[in-house]
């Protein structure tokens, strides 16, 4: 089966059709989120009716979706990510909450294993280093563990016994080979608010029989979204960075 992998949407509509168009364009028929669905953009009701309906879904949930649920402490946010989740509390749907609120901190199938920041801490590591991966292996059983939070679209993996970590960020295009008995953890990068200079909307394709996974970047209507921002009345910043990949 083929799956889309997303993470990190942010409230960023126009990201996560390009995305999903993408996508499903590559044949996807199911779909999996790495969580983060809402805060920092401007529309976290349309976001989420888009991703209830697609078919398959299966998605864990970020800090962000749990600062808007009020359960995770907000005081560390930046004073942007702040007003966001304020926002997002103040207009999102009983619906799209009950939603939010269902979803698991991770899931663990038997071609692979979801979570947001790792599978040590799913809701705040930021899984960014080989000392990092190597800590977390024993935490999941399925490979690929797919996870999102840093906004960076990279792989980890391990080839077993050798214990040799073969690493690095993930280029459009790249395809990379799961083979069995692998340990790999891969971030497919962010839908909404990419972080490595490259405003192109990141998401994934995984193949499960054939065991590969591919990165890609799609252009999405960048000033569409800076203006829906804008006349929320979010912080500019968060307008702007989408235009830097930051
Ligand atoms: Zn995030």
């Known amino acids: 089966m083929l799956w889309g992998v997303l993470s990190d949407i942010h409230s960023n509509l126009e990201a996560l ?3 999903v168009d993408r996508l499903a364009s590559q044949g996807a028929e199911g779909w999996l989120c790495c969580g983060d669905i809402v805060g920092y953009g401007a ?31 907000i005081a560390w946010f930046n004073e942007a990510a702040r007003a966001a989740v304020e926002y997002t509390q103040s207009t999102i749907t009983a619906e799209n909450l009950a939603w939010l609120k269902e979803l698991p901190p ?17 809701a705040e590591e930021y899984l960014v280093t080989v000392q990092q991966f190597h ?13 999102g939070h840093s906004h960076l679209p990279m792989a980890f993996l391990m080839s077993e016994p050798v214990s040799y970590v073969d690493h690095g960020p ?11 008995h692998t340990r790999i953890v891969i971030n497919p990068g962010s839908v909404g608010q990419p972080r490595d200079h490259e405003p192109r909307a990141s998401c994934g394709l995984y193949d499960d029989g054939a065991r590969t996974f591919t990165l890609n970047r799609v252009k999405y209507d960048v000033d569409a979204v800076q203006k829906k921002i804008r006349s929320a009345g979010l912080p500019e910043f968060l307008a702007l960075r989408l235009a830097y990949g930051q």
Do not use: W
């Not at 800590?135 to 563990?145: A, G, I, L, M, V």
């Not at 993930?170 to 069995?180: A, C, F, N, R, W």
């Open 106 to 122: 991770r899931v663990d199938a038997p071609t692979f294993t979801l979570v947001h920041g790792s599978p040590r801490n799913p």
């Open 17 to 19: 059709e390009a995305a």
């Open 43 to 73: 529309e976290p009701n349309p976001v989420l009716d888009r991703l209830r309906g697609l078919k398959n879904i299966q998605a864990v949930r970020g800090n962000h979706d749990l600062a808007v649920l009020g359960r995770m402490d």
């Open 170 to 180: 993930l280029t459009p295009g790249q395809v990379i080979p799961i083979p069995e």
């Open 135 to 147: 800590d977390n292996c024993s935490y999941f059983k399925t490979s690929p563990c797919f996870v």
